[in-house]
């Protein structure tokens, strides 16, 4: 019975268009029923002179029955470092206020202004229910709850997957949503508003906002023959609400000499406004996997195309390629490729009088370089080794941003490097009990 | 909605019902490491870097989210 039983998981693994939700569904091949399936993951990321990143998760899964499991995952995020709070470099070192407005901190001439208050751990626990319906359907159920200093977010998802054709099609369609609170230290900044000295009120408006996010997602998977399957996903994701960076800035810059405006002189404040980015943004992705086996080793490569309404158009390639070196070991290289285009807000800096006025809620601009138009490139190995009963794998990999200067600049700026690459080094440790 | 869903019945009605495999011709793909999604933690992990890092996010699974840092 118990034998029959782990096939019929086998089957359902195989053909189940797997969907990463809450709590991600697990290979289930060693899943018996009673036991929890255990694993376990942690990872540095750490960028030069900029931000690091401690992140442990654990999740387990129980086989309740032949049809009905639940899935249970735990995160820790804990980040420290210095991050690019937007503005541009000049030929004299900056003073900043921080975000808090108690302080400030000074960034050397010619340098990237990087805030190095920016620090923060991240709680995050999903739960997910999984149930059959019928002999070709299944549920599943997720919730999200994750909270950080500043931030809470509670979500909910719901994901139906349908088999026809021996099993051989999967048809899943999926809808989440999530209600996200920010309660920024130092409050929501005005859009537009100057930074004051440290000390000095600052342009605020309200102590906290919210937003909401509706994914929706379409997706078929097709088994092609015995060694190989593919994926196809469109989703729709729609975001309302605050959806503004709180702690990023906006330089105001003499429009011949490109100097940064002197906001006061005592403190040798520049003078930055605080970004705005409208308050709604609906995202379109397609996203295609192909997985095919050469004789034990698997290549894993997949494609994304996103596009928004924020006119930002990207494309994904990653590659994958698990070289089986003996019945218990593998090697794997991983590349991945990633290009966007920018924003149509996206505003390196204003020439001074050009810029909106305070509270100009309907005006948008920021030059935050996430949302700027950049490359990136991933390079990693992996080595693991799988037994019966438990596995584990190490992985290092380099990530390098690339992002893209200004056409124009004026003056001073022209000799400046306003976005200076950004790279990072992962190091990732998995076990599986 | 409709129209996507009427495009995937009519792709796994046509082209598709000529693909696949007999039920016990899946031995190679009930491996755990031919499933699309091999290692969920890994996926979760890549996501959320690349979530906080670039303007895009989603695309095997719902776009994310769920954090600050973006």
């Known amino acids: 019975m118990k034998k029959h039983q782990k096939i019929t998981l086998a089957l359902a693994s195989a053909t189940c268009s797997l969907i990463n939700v809450a709590a991600d569904v697990q290979a289930e091949e060693s899943a018996d029923l009673g036991d929890w399936d255990i694993n376990a993951a942690v990872l540095y990321y750490t960028e030069s002179d900029r931000v690091s990143a401690f992140e442990p998760v654990i999740s387990a899964k129980k086989q309740i029955n032949d049809d009905e499991s639940i899935s249970l995952k735990l995160t820790l995020d804990s980040l420290t470092g210095p991050s690019a709070n937007g503005a541009v470099p000049g030929i004299n070192p900056q003073t900043f206020t921080k975000p808090s407005g108690s302080g400030s901190y000074t960034t050397p001439a010619n340098e990237a202004p990087l805030d190095d208050t920016f620090m923060d751990t991240r709680v995050a626990f999903n739960a997910s229910w999984e149930q059959e319906l019928s002999r070709m359907t299944r549920m599943t159920l997720g919730g999200n709850f994750s909270k950080e200093y500043d931030y809470l977010s509670l979500g909910v998802s719901a994901v139906v997957a349908h088999d026809i054709n021996q099993r051989n099609t999967s048809f899943t369609t999926g809808v989440s949503f999530s209600n996200d609170t920010i309660e920024p230290e130092g409050d929501i900044p005005t859009a537009f508003g100057i930074m004051q000295p440290a000390g000095s009120t600052q342009p605020r408006q309200t102590s906290s906002d919210d937003k909401t996010i509706i994914d929706v997602l379409f997706g078929i998977t097709q088994v092609i023959d015995r060694d190989s399957l593919f994926q196809v996903n469109y989703s729709y994701s729609q975001a309302d609400g605050y959806l503004t960076d709180p702690f990023k800035v906006i330089s105001v810059v003499d429009g011949t000499t490109g100097l940064p405006i002197i906001e006061d002189a005592t403190t040798n404040l520049s003078q930055v406004v605080y970004e705005n980015r409208p308050d709604s943004r609906a995202k379109h992705s397609f996203y295609t996997q192909y997985k095919r086996n050469f004789t034990g080793d698997v290549l894993d490569i997949s494609y994304r195309y996103m596009f928004d309404d924020w006119e930002i158009a990207s494309h994904t390639v990653d590659f994958r390629y698990r070289l089986k070196t003996s019945e218990t070991t593998f090697w794997q290289p991983h590349l991945r490729y990633y290009q966007q285009s920018e924003a149509e807000f996206f505003q390196p800096y204003f020439v001074s009088g050009q810029q909106p006025a305070e509270g100009s809620d309907n005006f948008y601009a920021t030059s935050d370089y996430r949302l700027g138009e950049m490359t990136t490139y991933t390079v990693g190995l992996e080595y693991g080794e799988k037994y019966q009963d438990y596995g584990w794998s190490i992985a290092a990999e380099f990530y390098l941003q690339s992002v893209s200067e200004p056409s124009v600049k004026v003056g001073q700026l022209a000799q400046q490097e306003l976005y200076p690459d950004v790279d990072a080094f992962m190091l990732r440790f998995n076990y599986d009990f | ?70």
């Open chain 2, 1 to 70: 909605m409709r129209l996507i869903i009427f495009i995937l019945g009519i792709l796994s009605i046509t082209a598709c019902s000529e693909l696949g495999v007999k039920p016990w011709e899946r031995n190679v793909l009930a491996r755990p490491e031919m499933s699309l999604d091999s290692a969920p933690l890994t996926s979760a992990l890549d996501d959320h870097i690349y979530f906080s890092k670039e303007a895009s996010s989603g695309g095997r699974g719902f776009g994310g989210g769920g954090c600050g840092c973006n």
